[in-house]
């Protein structure tokens, strides 16, 4: 049997969790649409605002694949000098913690 080092897979839910729970921790207003069936196609899962910060985040499991929608709802939201916009996955946990409470975390 091959042994690996990688860390047990985290859905899209649980990271979800992490991250409104990360977010919350830094004093930031947290918005998720729970039930996104008559919502526009491709919306970001988060948006998040703080002291004049606004963050769109798409949030995806480390497999999960990007819809055209929601790549589109991204670059649009990308050429705004009014926000912030990030595709996150379980892997990129430090920076988005970094982003959201706002200072580099000690390396563990």
Do not use: C
């Amino acid at each position: 049997m091959k042994k690996t080092n990688s860390l047990p897979a985290i859905t899209e839910k649980e990271f979800m969790d992490e991250v409104v729970e990360t977010a919350q921790l830094g004093g930031w207003l947290v918005y998720h649409t729970h039930d996104s069936r008559r919502s526009q196609a491709g919306f970001p899962d988060l948006v998040m605002v703080r002291s004049g910060r606004v963050i769109f985040a798409e949030l995806k499991s480390e497999k999960g694949r990007i819809r055209p929608e929601q790549q589109m709802w991204l670059d649009e939201l990308m050429k705004s000098d009014a926000v912030e916009t990030f595709l996150w996955r379980p892997s990129d946990s430090k920076t988005m913690q970094e982003t959201l409470l706002g200072q580099r975390l000690l390396a563990q």
